[in-house]
């Protein structure tokens, strides 16, 4: 799995870690702090919500454009820095509902959004195409779809521990330091700082292994290292077949990520908010940790031919067990007190474990020349998100609707679902994003024209803000329609695109040859 790739990948991977890091303890919390700080109802906070997801995923159009032009690695560099001063605007507190004023810390929240919006474009995307040109070269071009689901798992990484981080930095705010909850948002926010920090360490600290890589084509073939020998006619079939998977995967993220909204609404509202015994440790990161790590030493203990490696991989393997024993023995009778936020570190969890799952399984159909196109990969994922908001209608089958259940928690009788609903429709998410992220974009990496590589993974983006700024739909739908009328909406979606792949698979197929 991790064999035989470029040093470059672990630099550009862990530099990405730190970023999204930042990004997604802001974003575990922001839905919630929209509410709470600005007395916004749920589906102006997802308006806003979505928005500014939309332009975090549209604007790397622009940054591809212009790292065309200018370069890959400027780009990234100048986008850290106005990441960086985004977040620190949003860390400030200037007030909200709790003092009678909104007007200023509003217009402070936009001007944030904007400058974050803005730095991920010229950030993201680009690091993206600085991975996939380390593959350009014929020594570790067959290793391009492995390196993406391994630069992939590590954006997840950096998610995994996000929720935990934002819930925890909270509660030390309130606890420790006598905050109120409206402000100990900002401290959340100021963990998006710390993280961009460490990212531009990282990537300057490493940026001889990948320094070959910044520049944009049209500055390499000044220098003459670089050629375009693709027709017009080429170019143009590879041109319409990322517009079409572009078309199709935005009813995914449209589905995907209502986890930071309808999905968190639900979280916060259906779930029973005290969890005991064994899924109570489904809620604290260190137990993840440990699966995690029983996971890789696994691996590493059925493929390593050397003992000492399988030594080391079993000490890990039994200490990991012996961490998760202590752990259950400590569990307490009355069980812990849910927060929304924490069940958004279920599906970077997922990711990071079920990787090298699916690298070993799509690893053994190559070998036996059974392994799916990209975008076979594709459609199945949309049809795997599609089963998973089955499974979420049939489990809310008789739960209150969003506005039934505004009044039952006032009076007392609430009705709630088991927090495993969740937990096992993220579960299904991630599969379907396994076979279409991932995949997705090394399909773009590999298809793209070399001139218009930039712009290409740019695209990729504008799906997916598309995708996200769709989410609000979701946010409208909370209210006196039944849950599983909501959850059958992204059923539907989903199936109908997975339909519209398969039809069009012989062309998307043809534009890989």
């Known amino acids: 799995m991790f064999e035989n790739q470029p040093k470059g990948l672990y630099a550009l991977a862990i530099a990405n870690t730190g970023e999204r890091f930042g990004y997604y303890t802001m974003l575990a919390v922001f839905a919630l702090f929209l509410r709470a700080n600005f007395g916004l109802e749920p589906g102006t906070a997802g308006a806003i919500y979505s928005s500014f997801l939309a332009f975090v995923y549209f604007l790397p159009l622009l940054g591809g454009i212009l790292a065309d032009k200018f370069g890959y690695g400027k780009m990234v560099t100048i986008g850290i820095i106005i990441m960086f001063l985004g977040y620190l605007l949003l860390a400030v507190p200037l007030g909200g509902v709790d003092n009678g004023s909104t007007t200023l810390p509003m217009i402070a929240m936009i001007c944030a959004l904007v400058l974050i919006s803005f730095g991920t474009g010229l950030f993201k995307g680009n690091l993206q195409v600085m991975v996939g040109n380390l593959y350009d070269s014929p020594e570790y071009a067959d290793r391009r779809d492995s390196a993406f689901s391994i630069f992939y798992m590590a954006i997840n990484i950096g998610a995994m521990f996000a929720p935990t981080a934002a819930v925890k930095i909270m509660e030390f705010a309130q606890k420790s330091l006598g905050y109120s909850v409206n ?3 900002h401290f959340a926010f100021m963990v998006a700082c710390a993280s961009l920090v460490f990212s531009i360490i990282v990537y300057y600290a490493c940026r001889p292994w990948f320094r070959h890589v910044e520049n944009s084509v049209k500055q390499s073939q000044s220098a ?22 572009f078309a199709v995967v935005i009813f995914f993220w449209m589905a995907f990520h209502q986890n930071g909204l309808t999905l968190t609404y639900f979280a916060n509202e259906f779930v029973n908010p005290i969890s005991t015994g064994v899924q109570s440790m489904a809620f604290d990161i260190v137990n993840l940790l440990m699966i995690v790590f029983i996971v890789y030493a696994l691996f590493s203990f059925f ?16 200490a990991s067990c012996a961490v998760l ?15 929304a936020p924490i ?35 594709i459609a199945y994922g949309m049809l795997v998100a599609a089963l998973a908001y089955v499974v979420m209608a049939l489990g809310c089958i008789g739960l209150n609707s969003p506005e039934q259940q505004a009044v039952a928690l006032k009076n007392g009788d609430p009705t709630y679902a088991s927090a495993n609903l969740l937990m096992g429709t993220y579960l299904i998410l991630t599969f379907g994003e396994l076979l279409l992220s991932p995949m997705g974009i090394s399909f773009v990496s590999k298809v793209a024209p070399p001139k218009y590589k930039g712009m290409m993974m740019g695209g990729w983006f504008v799906a997916t803000a598309l995708g996200n700024f769709l989410v609000s739909v979701g946010g409208f739908l909370w209210g006196s329609l039944p849950l599983w009328a909501v959850w059958s909406v992204f059923v539907a979606l989903c199936l109908i695109s997975a339909v519209f792949m398969f039809a069009m698979m012989k062309k998307l197929e043809d534009a890989t040859k």
């Open 183 to 185: 402000d100990s948002y």
């Open 224 to 245: 003459g290292t670089v050629v375009d020998t693709l027709t017009p006619e080429q170019t143009k079939k590879r041109m319409v077949a990322l517009g079409l998977v």
């Open 303 to 318: 493929q390593s031919k050397a003992a000492g490696a399988k030594l080391i991989s079993a000490i890990v393997i039994i």
């Open 325 to 339: 024993a202590y752990k259950y023995s400590r569990i307490s009778p009355e069980g812990i007190r849910l927060s």
């Open 343 to 377: 069940f958004q570190h279920f599906n970077p969890f997922y990711v990071v474990a079920l990787t090298p799952v699916s690298m070993a399984i799509f690893g053994a159909l190559a070998k036996n020349g059974k392994e799916p196109s990209a975008p076979r990969k």
